[in-house]
């Protein structure tokens, strides 16, 4: 067994950490004392003698002092207009008088003087003093709050998530201007010690996820959480269910709205996308569009939605059985059509399907990689010769290609890119099932991705809500989208610790023109 | 003992027993029935549905004698323990024994109508897989799917209402043309289908509520299934004549065959697309059942490691009948072994324990 072991092991040792080498910083610190040239050496070998770690001496009031800081994260203009300027010009003795920056801070230990160093703060000792300050003087380079290109809207706001975990705290807050709104800081990561903030409404969000997703957060011991997207599946549930469990967004307003129904945000340094949780099969098919429209319009763009995940999962499935099995079941006009068409291809209708499905993936992920002129020629290609040219050898029917590429077009109705991938991978093995049994084979799978449904939970509130379980109050902003003033309740499945968000506002407001 | 986390209102009780009754009967029902109660086929459906709410009252009068426990857990509380053990082993042949017969009704229907060459272990191999996967859960699970495919109930019924077109209402006359005694042997037959109730021996602790809305529930459910069943029935009465009806074994689905929308033909594959969903959910609901008895059996509480093993010997059983005559024959002796455990032992269950005035008298927090 042992050799066996070793060969699937790859002969791999055991990662140990080499002895006398700790990852991890002394718990208790180290204070700094007032000699400055011992508190430099110690910063020099706490970070191993890296050669951006620079110093700048000089005299202040008539006593050495000296600035640290890492040259690769810190603004100079800033270190020499916020820091050395008004201390060169001062005869002032208190730093904290004379140094015009909002985030400066006293500190005793070097080592979480270390930690902020890294993160950009400039490090400023004094002779004799067994206290310093840190100085925030990180650069920042950051891009406009430009829309986001994979969650496009037609009516409403236009800006979105940046990499700049401060600028999307902003915009969340901008969007919520209650109290109630609470960010708890974590720095997740061995290595990467990467800024995360946990987002929330206090007086809405259920406790009890909070309470587990701090739980789970903290659980993690990685050494690299550099996103977003790698801390999500640290977290979620079930990683091998094909749905996903925590919508991703890059879009404030989704990000403010699903806070408002309880849900809670992840954001972090270098993400440019918030994570929600918990988050039900509904909330994906959701999109800012539907509230930014009317009730009737916004309820008819869900509803096509909803119908194209039926229509992605079974469509080439249905038609496979159909040309398979059911022949039966055309109406007899259209029987001689397809069944001349697909009279002519010798290959069986499940490898024609694979095939064409297939090369419709390959072209879509050519065609992200590509820039956009030539990305538009490969679609040329790719839709228009490709595709005739299928029919013509006699490869594929016509049906068939009509079939997938309606297939295509509804797997990327869905706003969330997620679950746009999890409903293509979804009708594979549908149309496998179909190219075996037929009806039944579709009717056995639809049967196991529902159980897979309403079995699948996000941090312990029911994926498939407000279906199942069923509770149709709920399905008046999850299936269609009724006029706000109807909305009197939130959606219960993040469990809110209010349900009423509207107070019959409608009819308040006749009263008071009568 | 029961956790919150596994209540189910009285509204998914209800809906829990109804995906249990309606199951294989849908397509069977009208010819069992017919040839013996002829053109009455509808009222013997009817009295069948007041006795298995009758044995359903049965099942609540003993569920409420014992809060918070489930069957099997005052079972040796009723018959003593060596007693109670070999009553509780019946049980559970009963619930295997049932659903291997309903998978084999299936994997007959299913080679007679669409594929005739498919080897049926594969059909119902698969079929218990997908069960397994549901079954393996506790009954909150359980209920959500079940009322989140209750919907497909009355698809079935919609797609049946368009034979209305073709109906004949003088084929009803004379009504009680067959004669009492005849449409007692008819109800008699028809129990078989109301059999699903007896998922109310597990469900019963597990229900929010006081007892009466148990009850309710209950009896709702059954009242459902009925109609259901009956409406089917005399459906079935009204577009086929008596003659008709003996010759064919699955009348719904010729009469659906028959219909032509202008969409889709052969709305009888579809029927059965969605028939075969309506039995997935019968077949989940005894595989339940079964692993549950089999689990306790054994003194084991959960019973998520027992489905699979339980599901493969329902799928021999259910593969091992290769014609008619055995299928009958197994049939009969599942018909009286459910006669016993679903008929006579509860009656006498309740009878011992109201005689003994055995029951449980700390009454269990409600939560």
């Not at chain 1, 202040?60 to 207009?81: F, G, M, N, T, W």
């Not at chain 1, 009806?439 to 309403?454: D, E, P, R, S």
Request: aromatic fraction near 12%; charge should be neutral.
């Amino acid at each position: 067994m042992g050799f066996i072991k070793r060969m699937l092991t790859n002969n791999r040792k055991e990662s140990k950490s080499p002895p006398g080498i700790t990852r991890r910083a002394p718990a208790h610190g180290r204070r700094a004392t007032g000699d400055i040239a011992a508190n430099v050496e110690y910063v020099h070998d706490a970070l191993f003698h890296t050669d951006d770690l620079q110093e700048r001496s000089f005299e202040q009031a008539d006593r050495p002092a000296l600035l640290v800081y890492l040259s690769s994260v810190c603004d100079l203009a800033k270190i020499h207009e916020a820091i050395l300027k008004p201390l060169l010009n001062s005869e002032d003795k208190d730093p904290e008088r004379i140094i015009p920056a909002a985030d400066m801070r006293r500190l005793t230990d070097l080592e979480s003087g270390i930690e902020l160093l890294l993160r950009g703060y400039t490090l400023l000792f004094r002779h004799e003093r067994e206290e310093f300050y840190a100085i925030e003087t990180a650069v920042i380079v950051q891009r406009s709050v430009d829309e986001p290109s994979n969650e496009k809207a037609v009516q409403g706001a236009h800006n979105g998530f940046i990499e700049s975990l401060h600028v999307n705290l902003q915009l969340v807050r901008r969007q919520i201007g209650s109290r109630n709104l609470v960010v708890r800081r974590y720095s997740l990561g061995n290595m990467t010690k990467t800024e995360a903030s946990l987002v929330y409404l206090n007086d809405l969000a259920d406790p009890e996820i909070v309470e587990d997703i701090d739980q789970r957060l903290r659980a993690i011991d990685a050494d690299n959480l550099m996103n977003g997207y790698l801390v999500l599946e640290y977290i979620e549930d079930r990683s091998f269910s094909p749905f996903p469990q925590i919508l991703q967004t890059e879009r404030p307003d989704r990000v403010a709205a699903n806070l408002l129904e309880g849900r809670v945000a992840l954001l972090m340094e270098g993400t440019s996308a918030a994570l929600l949780m918990p988050s039900s099969f509904f909330v994906f098919y959701q999109s800012p569009d539907d509230y930014n429209s009317r009730s009737l319009a916004g309820s008819f763009i869900r509803l096509l939605r909803l119908f194209s995940f039926l229509i992605t999962i079974t469509l080439p499935a249905y038609y496979i059985a159909v040309v398979s099995f059911h022949y039966e079941v055309i109406p007899m006009e259209l029987f001689y059509q397809i069944k001349g068409s697909v009279e002519r291809i010798p290959y069986p209708p499940i490898l024609e399907a694979l095939f064409m499905e297939l090369t419709i993936e390959l072209l879509r992920e050519a065609s992200i990689r590509l820039p956009t002129p030539v990305s538009q020629s490969i679609g040329i290609v790719g839709g228009l010769v490709i595709g005739d040219a299928v029919v013509r050898v006699g490869l594929v029917s016509y049906p068939m290609i009509i079939v997938v590429a309606l297939t295509a077009i509804a797997s990327f109705v869905v706003p969330s890119h997620e679950m746009s991938y999890s409903v293509r991978l979804l009708r594979f093995p549908v149309m496998i099932a179909a190219s075996m049994f037929g009806f039944i084979g579709i009717a056995f799978c639809l049967t196991a991705i529902f159980v897979h449904l309403c079995k699948l939970k996000s941090f312990g509130t029911p994926y498939f809500a407000p279906v199942a379980p069923f509770r149709i109050l709920d399905w008046k902003d999850a299936l269609v989208r009724l006029p706000y003033w109807k909305l009197n309740e939130r959606p219960n499945d993040p469990r809110p610790q209010k349900l009423v968000q509207e107070r019959r506002s409608k009819e308040g407001g006749r009263h008071d023109q009568e | 003992m029961i956790k919150n986390k596994e209540r189910i209102t009285p509204g998914q009780l209800m809906i829990l027993i109804v995906q249990t009754q309606i199951g294989v009967g849908v397509l069977f029902l009208p010819s069992t029935v017919e040839a013996k109660a002829y053109n009455d086929a509808w009222i013997a459906v009817i009295l069948g549905g007041g006795a298995s709410a009758a044995l359903l009252l049965a099942i609540w009068a003993l569920g409420r004698r014992f809060p918070g426990m489930v069957f099997f857990d005052f079972l040796p509380l009723l018959m003593g323990k060596p007693l109670g053990k070999i009553v509780h082993t019946i049980y559970a042949v009963m619930f295997i024994a049932e659903c291997g017969v309903i998978l084999a009704q299936f994997g007959d229907v299913v080679r007679d109508w669409i594929f005739s060459s498919t080897p049926s272990w594969m059909i119902l191999g698969l079929m218990l897989a997908v069960s397994v996967y549901m079954a393996v859960e506790n009954l909150r699970f359980i209920t959500r799917f079940f009322v989140l495919t209750f919907i497909l109930i009355f698809v079935l019924i919609l797609i049946a209402l368009y034979a209305y077109r073709e109906a004949e209402w003088l084929y009803a006359l004379p009504i009680g043309n067959a004669g009492f005694l005849n449409i007692l042997k008819g109800s008699a037959l028809s129990m078989n289908s109301f059999y699903g109730f007896e998922i109310l021996l597990f469900a019963f602790p597990f229900v929010q509520g006081s007892s009466r809305s148990v009850l309710k529930a209950g009896m709702y459910a059954n009242l459902f299934s009925t109609v259901v069943y009956a409406f089917l029935v005399f459906t079935c009465v009204l577009v086929f004549t008596p003659l008709e009806l003996r010759l064919i074994p699955q009348p719904i689905l010729y009469m659906v065959k028959a219909l032509s929308f202008t969409v889709f033909e052969r709305a009888d594959l579809y029927f059965l697309a969605i028939w075969t969903v309506v039995v997935l959910t019968t077949v989940m609901a005894y595989l339940y059942m079964a692993a549950k008895s089999v689990s306790s059996l054994f003194g084991k509480s959960r019973h998520a490691g027992t489905v699979p093993v339980v599901a493969a010997m329902i799928w021999i059983l259910a593969i091992y009948p290769h014609d008619q005559d055995m299928i009958d024959w197994m049939q009969r002796i599942v018909s009286a072994l459910t006669t016993l455990t679903l008929v006579v032992l509860p009656t006498l269950l309740l009878v011992i324990s109201y005689i003994r005035k055995i029951e449980r008298k700390e009454q269990v927090q409600k939560g």
